[in-house]
Nanobody
Framework: QVQLVESGGGLVQPGGSLRLSCSTS????????MGWYRQAPGKQRELVAA???????NYADSVKGRFTISRDNAKNTVYLQMNSLKPEDTAGYYC??????????WGQGTQVTVSA
């Protein structure tokens, strides 16, 4: 059974940093693109950052220059380093992974709250 497990969320003050991790398990197939999405109350889920198996990345305009996505292919793990956090970054953050032959899977989410 494919599982994605996120960790690293929490409460941080504006200007602070957090690092999210998402590890995958339960599949023998290659993981293609991986990404982080977020959803704030009353809003649609939006892409934050994504990374291909080759390391190409793309970011939402709102996080460019502050967030960095990376991955460890050997561990099928993706990370999101979040710096200079703002209150508007407050949301549930969800990991997504696209597996060869299996399609896409979501993690259960981790809450990030940016508040003084």
């Amino acid at each position: 059974q494919v599982q994605l497990v996120e960790s690293g969320g929490g409460l941080v003050q504006p200007g602070g940093s957090l690092r999210l991790s998402c590890s995958t398990s339960g599949s023998i197939f290659r993981v293609n693109a991986m990404g982080w999405y977020r959803q704030a109350p009353g809003k649609q889920r939006e892409l934050v950052a994504a990374i291909t198996s080759g390391g190409s990345t793309n970011y939402a305009d709102s996080v460019k220059g502050r967030f960095t996505i990376s991955r460890d292919n050997a561990k099928n793990t993706v990370y999101l380093q979040m710096n200079s956090l703002k209150p508007e970054d407050t949301a549930g953050y969800y990991c997504h992974a696209d597996f060869a032959y299996l399609g896409g899977y979501w993690g259960q989410g981790t809450q990030v709250t940016v508040s003084a």
